[in-house]
């Protein structure tokens, strides 16, 4: 008989012999050895990769630009409401507000955007080889800018220069360059030397080295005194109106001078919005910019 043309197995029996009744009731998988039972372990599939968690979430999105929107408008509903004689009237006519609060934006973007151009590349500088006794001088002299009194350097600075926007970006640019230039310095000396001597030593040039390993890992603190500069030079346009540079200070001052509440009051109102509003923007900057290895928890 050919082993093609035999009888299947009957239930319960083996290739070779039947199977004992034990074996039959064991869950797959369970053998024995030497008497003991035995369960073949089953490989678990990996977990899948976790998404990373998002850095910006609807919290930061919303939270800050919902309380501003409500504080514009509890502040414009009160500003029409309240009776406002000639003089208020004359300071809030047409545009003035909308053309005052573009001035403040203007002098503010164009005073930080100097302080970047000058202050990141002076702070690398000053951490390199060649200039590294020179950092603690520079520092200092960076220092003395903000010791001074905004609105005596604005004063010399108009005796200096005369009176424009310029003399109040100028001003507002050295008053502002400090914690740039200090915390550029201060992030580039952090970072573990280790790092850079392994950087150079796969090759890297002494820019591959700088654009690619110090200046991330000393991006958080440079961002932050890119942040502190942003609201310095908010608060520090407010004094722009004394050096005919405009603003919402001309708003502030021209409250104070005709003691009009309603126009002092929206001069001041407006200038904390604007500041919280740079501080919210440059915050979303800086979790953006920060590299995943860096972020705490």
């Given at each position: 008989m050919t082993p093609s043309s035999r009888s299947p197995s009957p239930s319960g029996s083996g290739p070779t012999g039947p199977v004992p009744a034990s074996d039959r009731d064991r869950p797959p998988g369970e053998h024995d050895v030497k008497g003991h039972a035995f369960r073949d372990e089953e490989e678990e599939p990996p977990p899948?990769?976790?998404?990373?968690?998002?850095?910006?979430?609807?919290?930061k999105l919303v939270l800050v630009p919902a309380a501003l929107a409500v504080v514009l408008i509890v502040t414009y509903v009160w500003i029409?409401?309240?009776e406002l004689d000639a003089i208020a009237k004359n300071s809030l006519a047409g545009d003035t507000v909308q053309l005052r609060w573009w001035q403040h934006?203007?002098?503010?973007?164009?005073?930080?955007?100097?302080?970047?151009?000058i202050a990141i590349p002076l702070g690398i500088a000053l951490t390199r080889r060649g200039l590294r006794r020179a950092a603690p001088v520079v520092t200092a002299i960076a220092n003395i800018g903000q010791a001074t009194p905004a609105i005596g350097l604005l004063a010399l600075l108009v005796i200096w220069l005369g009176i424009g926007p310029s003399t109040a970006i100028t001003g507002m640019?050295?008053?502002?360059?400090?914690?740039v230039l200090s915390n550029t310095v201060a992030g580039l000396k952090a970072i573990e030397p280790t790092l850079v001597e392994a950087s150079?030593?796969?090759?890297?040039?002494a820019m591959g080295t700088l654009t690619k390993v110090?200046?991330?890992?000393?991006?958080?603190?440079?961002?932050?005194?890119?942040r502190t500069a942003l609201v310095l030079n908010v608060g520090t346009a407010t004094l722009a109106t004394f050096g005919g540079g405009g603003g919402l200070g001309d708003l502030i001052t021209s409250g104070i001078q005709t003691q009009r509440m309603p126009v002092l009051v929206l001069g001041s109102v407006l200038t904390v919005v604007l500041a919280l509003l740079v501080d919210w923007l440059a915050s979303l900057v800086e979790v953006a910019l920060t590299p995943r290895g860096l972020e705490v928890g």
């Amino acid at each position: 008989m050919t082993p093609s043309s035999r009888s299947p197995s009957p239930s319960g029996s083996g290739p070779t012999g039947p199977v004992p009744a034990s074996d039959r009731d064991r869950p797959p998988g369970e053998h024995d050895v030497k008497g003991h039972a035995f369960r073949d372990e089953e490989e678990e599939p990996p977990p899948p990769p976790a998404r990373p968690a998002r850095r910006i979430t609807w919290r930061k999105l919303v939270l800050v630009p919902a309380a501003l929107a409500v504080v514009l408008i509890v502040t414009y509903v009160w500003i029409s409401n309240v009776e406002l004689d000639a003089i208020a009237k004359n300071s809030l006519a047409g545009d003035t507000v909308q053309l005052r609060w573009w001035q403040h934006v203007r002098l503010t973007a164009i005073s930080t955007f100097w302080v970047l151009i000058i202050a990141i590349p002076l702070g690398i500088a000053l951490t390199r080889r060649g200039l590294r006794r020179a950092a603690p001088v520079v520092t200092a002299i960076a220092n003395i800018g903000q010791a001074t009194p905004a609105i005596g350097l604005l004063a010399l600075l108009v005796i200096w220069l005369g009176i424009g926007p310029s003399t109040a970006i100028t001003g507002m640019v050295i008053y502002a360059v400090l914690p740039v230039l200090s915390n550029t310095v201060a992030g580039l000396k952090a970072i573990e030397p280790t790092l850079v001597e392994a950087s150079r030593g796969i090759g890297m040039s002494a820019m591959g080295t700088l654009t690619k390993v110090e200046l991330p890992l000393a991006v958080p603190l440079i961002l932050a005194g890119v942040r502190t500069a942003l609201v310095l030079n908010v608060g520090t346009a407010t004094l722009a109106t004394f050096g005919g540079g405009g603003g919402l200070g001309d708003l502030i001052t021209s409250g104070i001078q005709t003691q009009r509440m309603p126009v002092l009051v929206l001069g001041s109102v407006l200038t904390v919005v604007l500041a919280l509003l740079v501080d919210w923007l440059a915050s979303l900057v800086e979790v953006a910019l920060t590299p995943r290895g860096l972020e705490v928890g």
